[in-house]
């Protein structure tokens, strides 16, 4: 008995602790998501990340992801998280693009990313973390993001068949504001600002034709496909950042291991929640091509590129609208340039 706790002892003084400075209990923060219960992105991130969080900080800080309006509206979880409401967030960053157009530039450059890991990459080593975080010192003072990124470029939901741009005009579109809803307004589309826990229920009823939503596994989960059987994929248009913010007053609390651990956590996480969720989506689209019941579009690489160059000169027009803004837009074209995603 003796020699094993001098073994335990051991280790533990190893890992730079000792049996006094164990935390009695795990101090449980909660956060909100812009996903709905069902979505298997939260789903997998519950059950596979949020342990391994907790077991990371040696039992200091446990988290708690709660679904999109578990506590406060979508919009309104910056300023929950600097009232001490929420502890944190991990939302989508787009919806406070009417705070700032830097907000949708940054939110979801649309048709600007090809790959995850080229916006993931921009976000944890190109600058798009720090210039994240000089619109919240702006916008939401008391908030801290501790990173950012993406885990799927996504599909998109239709009751009716889209196969190219002109296809798009007319169509009633539910879209987030800001950048998104200027692209679809240039090629003929009407978008309509609605939360994604709406989407269903305003397909259903015909309130919208299609919807930019989230990925194809997600919005298999959520049913869209019993009422939209033109899903495009892969997608046309989107690759939305999230962010993963914090209130400043606890994240001072934090040593700076734990802050690196925070920030390394949700990186990996995002990275295994991108490579789950594309197997996945790939799985059902296999799965509904097969069948008779739904059609999956693939845009041509003609129409795809029509696209992109109407998203182009929005994301320039944008980037007018204010000094961060500008900033913003500049940040992204640069780092696109350097890695020859631009010329």
């Known amino acids: 008995m003796l020699k094993t706790l001098s073994v335990g002892a051991a280790v533990l003084f190893a890992a730079g602790l000792t049996t006094a400075s164990l935390p009695a209990h795990a101090e449980k923060l909660k ?3 812009s996903s709905n219960a069902s979505h298997l992105s939260l789903a997998i991130l519950n059950r596979d990340w949020v342990p391994k969080l ?13 679904p999109i309006k578990a506590v406060v509206p979508h919009r309104e979880t910056p300023q929950a998280v600097a009232k001490g409401i929420l502890d944190g967030d991990m939302t989508a960053v787009s919806y406070f693009a009417g705070k700032d157009a830097g907000f949708a530039l940054l939110g979801d450059l649309i048709a600007g990313w090809d790959k995850v890991d080229q916006q993931n990459d921009y ?11 000089k619109l919240f010192a702006k916008y939401f003072p008391g908030v801290t993001v501790i990173a950012c990124g993406a885990y799927n470029k996504e599909a998109f939901v239709s009751k009716v068949p889209i196969r190219t741009v002109d296809d798009l005009k007319g169509k009633k579109i ?17 978008p309509v600002s609605l939360p994604t826990s709406e989407t269903y229920g305003a397909l259903e009823k015909g309130v919208i034709d299609a919807a930019d939503n989230s990925a194809y596994a997600n919005n298999d989960a959520n049913g869209m496909h019993k009422v939209a059987k033109f899903p495009i994929y892969p997608g046309i248009h989107s690759m939305p950042m999230f962010q993963f913010t914090i209130s400043t007053k606890v994240w001072k609390k934090m040593s700076e291991q734990d802050r690196k651990t925070f920030e390394t956590w949700f990186n990996e996480a995002y990275d295994a929640l991108a490579k789950a969720i594309d197997a996945e989506d790939e799985r059902l689209v296999a799965r509904d091509k097969a069948g008779k019941d739904i059609t999956v579009i693939d845009w041509a690489q003609s129409e795809r590129d029509k696209f992109r160059s109407i998203a182009e000169k929005a994301w320039a027009d944008v980037a007018k609208k ?8 500049e940040s992204e074209t640069k780092y696109m340039r350097a890695k020859g995603l631009l010329k």
């Open 322 to 329: 204010s000094p961060l803004a500008k900033e913003a837009y």
């Open 54 to 66: 907790k077991e990371r900080t040696q039992g200091r800080w446990e988290i708690e992801l709660l």
């Open 123 to 133: 976000c944890r080593n190109g600058g798009g973390k720090e210039m994240l975080q």
């Open 31 to 33: 956060f909100q998501t």
């Open 174 to 190: 539910r879209s987030p504001e800001g950048l998104a809803a200027d692209v679809f307004r240039r090629v003929g589309a009407a």
